[in-house]
């Protein structure tokens, strides 16, 4: 039962705080919201029906900015010391020093050795002569050559052809024809 009174009671201040707002911030219905120099954003809560004006404003801060000052940079560079520096230790240790020794060095003589220098060597070889190779040559002999005689024009060749005769068949009765059997 409480439930159903609160419910009323929230409904009733949506309804009329409704026209308020709309009021307050400006309707969305219309030209009037179209066309007008400043920026809109227009954002919808729950309702498509509801929109709310925003105005967003560009405004230059200035922020203080410290002048350079001169910083000091150490460089950490190896150089030769020349002061020498003492070095503790602990407990000395015989060291072993190689003493020098003689050492045999071979000393180079020189001699003399026989280069030998190349020269042209004479290779007999054959050289070719020219010498004459008998060719034979046919030697001209007659040759029995027909001499054209004059032929008749136009010339006609007989071409024999074939001649099929009709065998005549002999009948019983009487005949008409010329030949007699």
């Known amino acids: 039962m409480k439930f159903l009174v609160c419910l009323l009671a929230l409904t009733a201040t949506a ?3 409704a026209p308020q707002f709309d009021d307050d911030f ?4 219309g030209s009037e919201s179209h066309g007008q120099a400043e920026s809109y954003s227009q954002t919808s809560f729950g309702s498509p029906h509801k929109k ?5 404003i560009n405004k230059e801060v200035k922020v203080p900015v410290e002048k350079p000052y001169p910083v000091t940079v150490e ?8 002061v ?13 020093v190689v003493k020098p020794y003689p050492v045999y060095v071979e000393k ?27 060719v034979p040559v046919e030697k001209p002999y007659p040759v029995h050559v027909e001499v054209p005689h004059p032929v ?26 010329s030949y007699s059997s």
């Open 15 to 17: 309804v009329f705080a």
């Open 26 to 29: 400006g309707s969305s219905y």
């Open 52 to 56: 709310v004006k925003t105005v967003v």
């Open 75 to 82: 460089k950490n560079v190896p150089y030769p010391v020349k």
């Open 84 to 96: 020498p520096i003492e070095v503790k230790v602990e407990k000395p240790y015989p060291v072993e």
């Open 108 to 134: 180079r003589v020189p001699y003399p050795v026989e280069k030998t220098v190349p020269y042209a060597v004479q290779v007999p070889y054959k050289v070719p002569v020219p010498y004459k190779v008998a």
């Open 152 to 177: 008749p024009q136009p010339y006609f060749v007989e071409k024999k052809t074939p001649v099929f005769l009709k065998k005549e068949e002999e009948y019983e009765g009487e005949s008409y024809s």
